[in-house]
């Protein structure tokens, strides 16, 4: 018997007798019969609970640490963090950019020459690279 189906039995048994001095014991047993059914149903669901944050942690590191190795490759730490060097292709003066203007390819100005310069694009023209 499911734990429903016995709900359902001791309700009709309930329902078709009443409770009476005489059948009173027999409907306390199957009641508490069920409980015991409700407590280690609750109890396996625990179980099961434990077992699924145990899980859910263990990904959750796999995860943070397949965050750092991938991040930290592609990062150099030290000079460099928020301004990349760009070689002015006009005046070969040398001057740092923003990051996101370097990544973005925006034209910045020359600081010497005043002249528009596409951060990266003298790296590549000339050829001599870093
Ligand atoms: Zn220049």
Not at 42 to 52: F, P, S, Y
Not at 57 to 86: C, M, N, Q, T, Y
């Amino acid at each position: 018997m499911t734990l429903r189906e016995k709900v359902a039995y001791i309700k009709g048994f309930i329902k078709g007798g009443g409770i009476n001095e005489e059948n009173l014991g027999q409907i306390i047993e199957l009641i508490v019969d069920a409980l015991d059914e409700v407590a280690s149903a609750i109890n396996r669901l625990e179980e099961t609970q434990l077992d699924l944050e145990e899980y859910v942690e263990s990904i959750d590191d796999d995860l943070a640490s397949l965050e750092k190795d991938l991040l930290g490759e592609e990062r150099e730490p030290g000079f460099g963090d928020d301004f990349e060097e760009v070689e002015c292709p006009h005046c070969g003066e040398m001057f740092l950019v923003p990051v996101e203007d370097f990544l973005s390819g925006e034209e910045v100005r020359c600081p010497a020459c005043g002249k528009a310069v596409v951060p990266g694009e003298g790296d590549r023209a000339n050829g001599d690279g870093k």
